[in-house]
């Protein structure tokens, strides 16, 4: 113990602590990951199949054909990389990698409990609209180099629609930003705290009467139009036309094998990850909707943390289920819809919605 004190006293080493935490965090991430994106693929078999008035797998595993979902990752792994004659090989191989590494990196700074984030950037939620936008290059690259008409038409659409709807996100996103004062995660999380009646969706953020009484139609707008506008982000119906599997196919139809499960797996972690900004910025972030379901901080720091990680993951799940629902609900927007919902619905609403808040903010500040 004495040598373990030493070692850590000493700034010399601290280079090599903090690496070592963060080799933690990072297995620690991936695992996770991992087991959402299993989990979620189990889920979306559940819901469709409720939907569809049908029962879903049932048989494997047992319960509800809980391995159903290892069952088909195990036969991706054993399957064989089929790679076609004509493709730009350099590039068709590096396209899944980026885009799985996309989306982890944007993990980095999602606040999952008070004292359990990879990195408090003071800058956080600009890194993750920003590193995660790194997608659109991953799918195009993937498109192009596999030399099919259809998947660089499904690339086209992809890059068109994820950029198009970056902007009215990034413009939902400021309204939380401009409540709170701050970029960092942790800060846009902390001024929820005391009820779910102080979370930014309800106009708290921060702020009480009689503020959150004019703030809240505006703050709910921003909240609904982040959510729609982030399924745009994931490629999820009604938004799903770079994947429309009666139509193209998408920027994936010549990959097999666990190259095309890395496609797979990204989506269901970017679901987590736009779901998880949501609760964040809007929902309370690691905190119950009602404080007497917390465990504070001074009383025990590592129930407070696993308490708070249970409620931000209980929170995401529910609004991944939601995503899922859509999907079985609603039909395919056409591109000319998408569009026009994009730019002259979505980002008029925005630009409106933030002249008032900027303005509610700066009126009761005084």
């Known amino acids: 113990m004495n040598v373990l004190t030493s070692f850590c006293n000493n700034p010399a080493n601290w280079f090599f602590i903090k690496l070592a935490i963060s080799l933690i965090y990072m297995v620690g991430m991936i695992t996770f990951v991992s087991v959402f994106a299993l989990f979620a693929i189990w889920l ?8 569809q008035d049908r029962l879903g797998p049932m048989e494997t595993g047992g319960f509800h054909g809980w391995l159903q979902t290892v069952a088909d990752m195990l036969k991706l792994l054993l399957k064989e990389d089929i790679i076609p004659d004509a493709v730009d090989r350099p590039l068709f191989k590096l396209a899944p990698y980026i885009v799985f590494a996309s989306s982890f990196a944007a993990f980095a700074t999602l606040p999952f409990a008070a004292n359990l984030i990879g990195t408090d950037l003071n800058i956080g939620i600009y890194y993750i609209v920003a ?16 030399n099919n008409k259809w998947s660089l038409f499904g690339a086209m659409r992809s890059a068109s629609q994820m950029i198009s709807y970056e902007v009215p996100v990034a413009l939902a996103l400021l309204i939380p930003i401009l409540m709170a004062g701050s970029l960092s995660m942790q800060d846009l999380v902390s001024v929820q705290a005391g009820g779910f009646w102080n979370w930014t969706i309800f106009g708290g953020g921060g702020f009480k009467l009689p503020f959150t009484v004019v703030a809240l139609p505006f703050t709910v707008l921003a909240f609904l139009i982040y959510f729609w506008a982030s399924l745009a982000e994931v490629n999820r119906c009604p938004f799903d036309l ?20 890395m496609f797979f797996f990204a989506e269901f972690a970017n679901m987590f990850l736009v779901s998880g900004v949501a609760v964040a910025l809007f929902l309370g972030g690691w905190y119950a909707p009602l404080p007497f379901l917390e ?8 129930l407070h943390n696993i308490i708070g990680a249970f409620w931000f993951i209980s929170k995401s799940v529910i609004l991944v289920a939601v995503q899922m629902w859509l999907r079985w609900t609603l039909p ?12 002259k619905v979505f980002l008029p609403f ?8 900027s303005l509610l903010v700066v009126l009761f500040n005084q």
């Open 44 to 51: 979306e078999r559940k819901i469709s199949a409720w939907a």
């Open 131 to 146: 590193i995660s936008s790194l997608v659109v290059i991953a799918i195009i690259m993937a498109g192009w180099a596999s």
């Open 242 to 261: 770079p994947e429309g599997e009666s139509e193209i196919i998408g920027f994936h139809v010549e990959y097999s094998a666990m190259r095309f499960g």
């Open 295 to 302: 465990v504070s901080a001074e009383t025990s720091p590592v």
């Open 332 to 343: 395919r927007f056409r591109v000319d819809q998408l569009m026009h919902v994009c730019w």
């Open 350 to 357: 925005s630009l409106a919605n933030i002249l008032i808040v």
